[in-house]
């Protein structure tokens, strides 16, 4: 079994729309890299604000 972990000690990003800090999720193991949002509610903000403004994607 693996060693857990304070939540202090795990990797920690900035949300792209609502600017707090969040950190690793296990969930977000394969795909950190990838992930610049904290929760499904400041992904579906950013979308919506994109769309506002007539961004594509």
Do not use: I, Y
Request: proline letters at 5%; one cysteine or more; charged letters at 35%.
């Amino acid at each position: 079994m693996p060693k857990m972990r304070k939540k202090s000690e795990l990797p920690t990003k900035a949300c792209v729309v609502c600017h707090l800090p969040f950190s690793w999720r296990r969930k977000w193991a394969r795909d950190w890299q990838n992930v610049t949002h904290c929760s499904d509610r400041c992904r579906k903000a950013g979308k919506a604000a994109r769309a506002e403004r007539g961004d594509k994607s």
